[in-house]
């Protein structure tokens, strides 16, 4: 459990719990983000990462426990201040209209109360197309991106609904769920670099990943969820072992290190699947 004398987070869950269908998907979860922070949610298939995530952005909520964001309840704050707090990137998102690539961008600062001069949110949303690689394709028809570029779209939304919110608030929480998962493998570290340039300056980044390697590299904190309870809580170093593989994603890997600083990485190359 959190210590009721530790300074509040920026994002946090208390003891959260959801049912679907009388099913436990989470059970008891206690997290914690912190300014300056980048923390990646790992775990296998169906473990409850993405509904954790959901849990922190105010998607669901909690069928027990709290989600809080400077220390006071989310479920409590108006649409328009929790939208100046956080900024949440979906597994996939859907479009009814033909809007171009600079109009999906713009989305991000329509919250009510983002208020700027036509000038600066034409320069926020270069900013925001020029990080996610998608600056010579403003003009382009969402429904004639791939996958991955559609995603870096809806990414350039979500950067420029949270330095919209900064402007006005301060650095606040970025949420992603499975922001490289139709990236190649440039753009997967593009991506990942936006999210860590934000805690760099102060922020919070929340990313669900499934690529442990990726998570390794650039994650101050791992948190691995299985059967939607909290296995294991800390920096990569100590989190990636041996054990931990064995006991949740059930292969026998031995983690390796390189230096300089030794972060962990494991090869599937070397891999096997333990037998259930």
Not at 195 to 203: L, P, V
Not at 244 to 261: E, I, M, N
């Amino acid at each position: 459990m959190i210590s009721a004398n530790q300074p509040p987070a920026m994002i946090e869950a208390r003891n959260v719990s959801f049912l679907r269908g009388g099913r436990a998907v989470l059970d008891g979860i206690d997290f914690a983000a912190r300014p300056g922070s980048f923390t990646a949610i790992v775990g296998p298939n169906g473990a409850g990462k993405s509904t954790l995530l959901k849990q922190l952005a105010g998607e669901y909520r909690p069928s027990g426990g709290d989600v809080l964001i400077d220390g006071e309840p989310l479920a409590g704050l108006a649409p328009r201040r929790a939208a100046a707090r956080r900024a949440v990137l979906p597994q996939s998102s859907s479009l009814s209209f033909p809007f171009n690539v600079r109009e999906i961008a713009a989305l991000g600062i329509t919250v009510p109360g983002f208020v700027m001069t036509r000038d600066d949110a034409e320069d926020m949303i270069d900013r925001a197309l020029d990080h996610v690689d998608l600056g010579d394709k403003a003009d382009r028809l969402y429904d004639a991106l791939s996958g991955g570029e559609r995603q870096r779209a809806q990414l350039a939304r979500v950067l420029c609904q949270s330095w919209a919110g900064e402007r006005f608030h301060g650095p606040g929480v970025l949420l992603l769920d499975e922001p490289t998962a139709a990236q190649d493998l440039a753009h997967q570290l593009r991506v990942l670099d936006v999210a860590r340039d934000h805690a760099a300056a102060g922020g919070t980044t929340v990313v669900v990943l499934h690529d442990l390697n990726l998570a390794a590299r650039y994650a101050d904190a791992m948190v691995v969820i299985a059967d939607g309870r909290k296995a294991a809580e800390g920096p990569p170093a100590d989190v990636l072992t041996l054990d931990l593989l064995r006991t949740v994603f059930a292969v026998h890997l031995p983690p390796s290190t390189v230096p300089p600083d030794g972060r962990p990485f494991v090869l599937p190359q070397i891999a096997r699947r333990l037998q259930s």
